[in-house]
């Protein structure tokens, strides 16, 4: 069974519009960290934000917010005023122990 | 002040040779990850080294070799290359937090090394 889902392989979205990218993760143990990475057509691999599953406030960095919804196994990303470079694939990731198990990824193109 | 580096970060090579790929991390990171990405951008882990001892090798075949000579390298050798070992080979870094606590232990990546089997 698949850790993490990613059930969006494309998104469109506006610029200046807010997007949300879906990730719902499977797990057995209370502690875990969720991450999403954003990976542009250069390659290489960008932190964006991490939840602990202990947080109690949904994280937020700069125009990234992660909305954790615990009872759901959801953590999905939401990206406020979509600019140009947003555009590239964004992956949902969880640890457990220490390797991270990624998602298959969701591709985002952002529309002038 | 590059935190993890790859060298090289392209390489074409031949079906049955043999090469390397060396990683670097001056973060002062004690966990060293080599992760696989394939055509299909799906990344899936290769190997995790914590203080240079060997502590997950998912099912890799054993032409696949990491090496870890101190804490802040990691290096993969990769011999009798074949074509379906093509992918974006990325080398990661975190630092463990203390056992049985959640601890925000982000991973940083390499750059990657692009590897093409003709």
């Known amino acids: 069974a698949q850790k993490i889902t990613q059930t969006q392989p494309g998104m469109f979205v506006q610029e200046k519009e807010a997007v949300t990218l879906d990730c719902t993760y499977d797990t057995s143990d209370p502690s875990y960290g969720l991450f999403w990475y954003k990976q542009p057509s250069s390659g290489e691999m960008i932190f964006l934000i991490y939840?602990?599953?202990?947080?109690?406030q949904n994280a937020t960095e700069g125009r990234y917010s992660l909305n954790f919804q615990k009872a759901r196994k959801s953590a999905n990303l939401v990206i406020s005023a979509s600019q140009l470079g947003d555009s590239a694939m964004y992956f949902c990731?969880?640890?457990?122990?220490?390797?991270?198990?990624f998602g298959k990824g969701t591709r985002l193109s952002v529309i002038a | 002040d590059t935190a993890v580096s790859q060298t090289p970060k392209y390489l074409v090579t031949q079906m049955g040779n043999d090469k390397s790929i060396k990683c670097e991390q001056n973060?002062?990171?004690?966990?060293m990850y080599w992760y696989k990405q394939d055509s299909k951008k799906f990344l899936k882990i290769m190997f995790s080294?914590?203080?240079?001892?060997?502590?997950i090798n998912e099912t890799v075949p054993n032409r696949f070799s990491p090496k870890s000579p101190d804490k802040a390298h990691l290096n993969l050798h990769i011999n009798s290359l074949e074509l379906g070992d093509s992918a974006v080979y990325f080398c990661?870094?975190?630092?463990?937090?203390?056992?049985?606590?959640?601890?925000?232990?982000?991973?940083?990546f390499g750059p990657g090394t692009r590897l093409t089997v003709l």
């Open positions: 939840q602990g599953s202990y947080d109690q």
């Open positions: 080294y914590n203080n240079k001892e060997l502590i």
């Open positions: 973060l002062g990171h004690d966990t």
């Open positions: 990731a969880m640890r457990e122990g220490t390797p991270l198990v």
């Open positions: 990661a870094s975190s630092l463990t937090g203390l056992a049985g606590l959640p601890s925000y232990n982000e991973q940083f």
